[in-house]
């Protein structure tokens, strides 16, 4: 039997809490993005577009939380932070089981198999796939389920005296794009709760009542514009594992009965992830384009909350005065995306020598010094 | 009247390209002010391959199957409707051969009529570019500004709201106001896109509905290169004219940053997609993200909001309708005579079914119909809906129907630059240099745009691939010059560095340019294959020279002035023993085969089609030299509308899509003002 979480108790605390926010959604956008990048170009479409639907919107989620923190005068950082009494890591190393959040389990990186889907459904359900969160065992500092936590956050932003609001760093709505929902601007105690309350609604903190309602909506501005309101991340990867759509008619917690979706896993770039520490000789051309993955995520990572942050960032340029002008990290940021994709699909297609009915998988190994 | 038969539509549309699409949309939309629900079918020649997600992917596949990536390589052309493509382009010289002979086209010349469409459903925008500039006002009136051509109609003010909707309703248009700059204004950009919508732009001040597309390096380097320097050109009655050089950042219907309280339209059945333009640098012949409009988005936007299947106790008549019926090729416009009391009208619209290429069910010949309307709308494309009207013998009082057919004939100039500029990233242009698309000079010669190219030599040398070829060489012992590692540091220096120049000529209208048809060429369906007379007027021609000294002096300011020599008709040989060398400087040359070539002052350039298919239906007031009004009705048959690029009376230098969506418009605004009433 699990206690109840303890109540984040005072600003220091929620600023802890929402800088591991930020590094959770984070740290579950690679999960995902190997699954992704691992379908062969042309085929899996509706699973290419479900699983590719969830990574947007838990950047969505990532930058909500920037925006909460930024507006409670705090910057994001990707440093260690003490969490009651605990020293934590916002950004993972995978495979990882988090700290704070034990019952998510085993966060790791896989190309899309059923056990990947598996997975998948694991994180986004509201009890990680337990039938009562009772039965997640779980330290009195930590939270049982994503939902306890921003749970926690909410109730916090909600009751705790003395918080100050001011529009700071704000990742703009029109900066946001390709997924459901929108970039809320955080500059009051309103705002901020209506920004967590949009994880909650849209995320892997499903509100376990959820379960017992309509398992997706879909309007006809919803076919024009993003497909995706109203359908929970469970609910899409339930479709997913099961084969089929949910009815229009069912609950989220009953098994899809609707039309088929098919998912060819043998369509499919058979990449096996190796941890860093058992790495081949670092000299070898594998090696080195996986260490080049890293670096190139690490970047982006960095460039990412140097644009949380409120900062420019010099860039080279031949034609600019003394070669050098100032940009904006987060565009840079999302360069860095586009290209990261392209690399993951390179690895992913690249034999792994040791190993060659698989290929090698990019390990999103977050490095402080690229 | 009661005892007419009511006819199957409100409207039927023949063509599911960008202006049928745009007509749909805006009938529907403004009949539902008043409480009218008209119910619409658009017939389309070509499949419907694409209106969704995967099926698109189809087309990205093809195209990167295809050896030769030319426009239409994406989309699978049909022995029932066939399209153009500009790999059937031949030379003309040889007399005896069949003008028939080879492609959709009957080519009659002294010219090949050098661009092509598309004929599947979502039209020529598949393989567009995107660019949206607006015509200049004095291309409106060029009989009375410049005693050339004809004069329109309407005029710009006219069409500036149809401009503005255009570009937010339709076209989602990405570009900054302050970085146009235009000759022959008399203000500033700001004044020139001041808008008459105070409710939506603050005291008229006009803002596009996102951001430019950045500007690529190769923009920004020439910019910093040639901003501010003065071409000199000779002139017949003036010595010397002068133009100053700014490069422009091009308006484009390319997704990037909204504006405030602007909706980003990504893919068709997909719309986490495409939201921006990725920079995929394959905009012609296909953007595989659809970050660029094509007029799939307008149509799948009519069937997802207006379903032609009522649902269970649904009435008729208590919300608008769309059908889009494709591998449906119209043959004949059915219409009575004028008498001389009334006017002709249309009564009907014959079309053809086919299956799967030509060959129906079970042996059966392909099926015809004829559909009844109110109201008839041809938005088939500019050739299109002249070989239709002239087979069918219809709307032609006028004896302009199929003439007057212009492109922007344009002059290609190339050459590489001493230091890597990034070529073959982002969009196939960004920007421009408007400098010579108005002046005095067009009393004498046709005005001309200067689109700057981000694909180094692709267009003149279908490049990178013939530049891999060239440097791996193989010998005739079959020997490889360059391969790995090598090869590529080589491709490195040299690729980077490739740059092109398209000088696009306004083409003036000349009524010896025409489409007719001819009952000996006709294609697997039985339907006119259009067949084409053309050539360039010496108005048009005295530009080459013009094109042609300004880039020599445009290159010599980019440390190009190097003519790098090339032997003189030597056929391209596979096998060559010597890859080029690659030296700095001009490479602007031409095949001794080349198609297009015009001889002009005991000079031979050569120029390519722009994709712009104007001018065979044109507008006018008068009935006698024009074939519909500035509302795109027939002046013979008034119940008809002949829409697109056809309508233009004239050209400009700008590309003719935005201008063909805002007439689009406002024809949609008079149908559902005037034909929906009954």
Known sequence: MTTEPAPIKDIGELKAALQLAIGLELSTIPVYLTALYSIKDGTNTDAAQA???????????????????????????????????????????????????????????????????????????????????????????????????????????????????????????????????????????????????????????????????????????????????????????????????????????????????????????????????????????????????????????????????GKMKPVKDKIAPKGEREADPLLLAVHGMRALKDKAVALMRTPNPANPTHTLCPRFHYASTP | MSNLPVPDYDLVIVGGGISGAVIAKTVIEQAAKKKKFPRILILEAGRATALSADKYDTYVEAYHKALVKVPNSPYPASRSAPQPDVLDIRPLDNTDADPGGQGYFVQKGPMPFGSDYTRSLGGTTLHWLGTCLRMLPNDFKMRTTYNKGVD?????????????????????????????????????????????????????????????????WLDQYMAHTVDGMTISLPGK?????????????????????????????????????????????????????????????????????????????????????????????????????????????????????????????????????????????????????????????????????GRNLMDHPLLLTWGLLPENVGAYRGPGSTSGIPAFRDGAFRKDRTAFRVEIGNWGWNFPEDTPYTTVLDLVGGNEDGKAQLHGRELRKRLGEILPRQFRIAWELEQDPEGRNRVTVEDRYKDALGKHRP??????????????????????????????????????????????????????????????????????????????????VVGTHRMGADPTTSVVDSYQRSHDLPNLFIVGCGSMPTLGTSNPTLTMTALALRTGDEIAAKELSA
């Open chain 2, 152 to 216: 329109w109609p309407i005029d710009y003010e006219a069409l500036k709201p149809y401009y503005e909707r255009a570009e937010w309703d339709i076209l989602g248009v990405a570009a900054n106001v302050e970085h146009q700059h235009y000759p022959g204004l008399t203000g500033s950009p700001e004044e020139f896109f001041k808008s008459n919508n105070t409710t939506k732009f603050h005291e008229g001040s006009y803002h596009f509905p996102m951001a430019e597309i950045p500007s690529s």
């Open chain 1, 51 to 309: 699983i590719r639907s969830v990574v947007m919107e838990e950047m969505l989620h990532m930058v909500l939380a920037v925006n909460v923190l930024n507006a409670l005068g705090e910057k994001p950082s990707v440093n260690p932070v003490n969490f009651r009494n605990r020293r934590l890591n916002p950004i993972p190393r995978y495979p990882h089981t988090s700290p704070l959040i034990p019952g998510i389990g085993e966060l790791a990186l896989r190309p899309l198999t059923p056990a990947a889907v598996d997975s998948f459904i694991k994180i986004e359900h509201p009890y990680h796939g337990a039938v009562r969160p009772d039965d997640i065992k779980c330290a009195r500092d930590a939270y049982p389920t994503i939902g306890t936590f921003y749970e926690a956050i909410q109730t916090a932003l909600q009751d705790l005296d003395g918080l100050h609001f001011h529009s700071a760093h704000q990742v703009k709505a029109t900066q946001y794009y390709g997924g459901a929902g929108e970039v809320i601007e955080v500059k009051d105690r309103e705002t901020a709760l209506k920004a967590i309350g949009k994880i909650i609604d849209e995320g892997e903190g499903l509100p376990p009542n959820q379960l017992d309602k309509q398992a997706k909506k879909v309007t006809t501005q919803d076919k024009l514009n993003s497909g995706w309101q109203m359908y929970s991340h469970y609910a899409r990867f339930r479709e997913l594992q099961t084969g089929r759509r949910y009815r229009s008619t069912q609950l989220a917690r009953e098994t899809p009965e609707g039309s088929l979706l098919l998912v060819d896993y043998s369509a499919v770039h058979p990449a096996k992830y190796i941890k860093l520490d058992d790495a081949e000789p670092q000299d070898s051309p594998e090696s080195i384009a996986l260490n080049e993955f890293d670096a190139a995520y690490t970047q982006l990572v960095n460039d990412l909350y140097l644009a949380f942050s």
């Open chain 2, 531 to 612: 067949v084409i007379d053309y050539d360039l007027s010496d108005y048009m021609k005295a530009s080459l020279p013009w094109a042609a000294e300004a880039s020599r002096q445009l290159f010599e300011k980019l440390g190009m002035k190097n003519k790098v020599p090339h032997l003189p008709c030597e056929p391209e040989k596979p096998g060559r023993k010597k890859a080029r060398s690659y030296e700095t400087g001009d490479y602007t040359h031409y095949a001794c085969d080349d198609a297009s070539k015009v001889k002009y002052g005991g000079e031979t350039y050569a120029v390519r089609g722009a994709g712009h």
């Open chain 2, 237 to 401: 009655a003036k010595p010397e004219h002068t133009f100053k050089i700014k490069i422009s950042n091009t308006p484009v219907a390319r997704n990037s940053t909204p504006a405030a309280g602007y909706n980003v339209v990504g893919a068709v059945g997909n719309a986490d997609q495409g939201q921006r333009c990725q920079g995929n640098s394959s905009c012609i012949p296909i953007c595989p993200v659809q970050a660029k409009y094509n007029a799939l988005k307008t149509l799948y936007e009519l069937i997802v909001k207006y379903p032609d299947q009522l649902k269970a106790g649904e009435q008729p008549g208590t919300r608008a309708r769309v059908t889009i019926q494709s591998q449906s090729v119209a043959t004949n416009v059915v219409h009575t005579k004028a008498t001389s009391t009334d006017k002709g009208k249309v009564t009907g619209l014959t079309y053809k079914k086919y299956y799967d290429d030509g060959a129906p069910p079970q042996g059966t010949p392909p099926t015809e119909y004829t559909v009844t309307a109110r109201t008839y709308v041809l938005a088939a494309n500019a050739i299109e809906n002249a070989t239709l009207l002239l087979a069918s013998k219809a709307a032609n009082t006028s004896d302009q129907v």
